[in-house]
């Protein structure tokens, strides 16, 4: 099982990025896949998931109207579309799977993460 993040960088202020998921193996037994990230000094948070078999994702309400989830028709790719973004929006974003939850006790397995760096 392997949860692999691309597509971190580093953009201006009001600036987007995105960021995807390669699910293998994983996807054929988890529910859901999300995105989750932790920034400096705080506790990851969960910010969107999406279920596996199509239906409304969750989305956090930090993050609503400016993060949008989806995935390939194929379902080995999570993505996540980062708009309008600020120097808060700075950590590192992981891709996990697992239960249909923001909750990171939920996920079982995750990636190494990918850092977002926003400059002011």
């Known amino acids: 099982v392997r949860l692999v993040e691309s597509g971190g960088g580093s953009v201006n202020s009001g600036g987007s990025l995105r960021l995807s998921c390669a699910v293998d193996g994983a996807y054929r037994d988890a529910r859901c896949v999300g995105w989750f990230r932790q920034l400096p000094g705080k506790e990851r948070e969960g910010l969107s998931v999406i279920y596996r078999g199509g239906g409304d994702p969750i989305v956090a309400d930090s993050v609503k109207g400016r993060f949008l989830i989806s995935q390939a028709i194929d379902r080995r790719t999570v993505y996540l579309q980062m708009n309008n973004l600020t120097s808060e929006d700075s950590g590192t974003y992981y891709c996990?799977?697992?239960?249909?939850?923001?909750?990171?006790?939920?996920?079982?397995?995750w990636g190494k993460g990918t850092l977002v760096t926003i400059s002011s």
């Open positions: 996990a799977s697992g239960d249909c939850s923001l909750r990171s006790d939920d996920m079982v397995y």
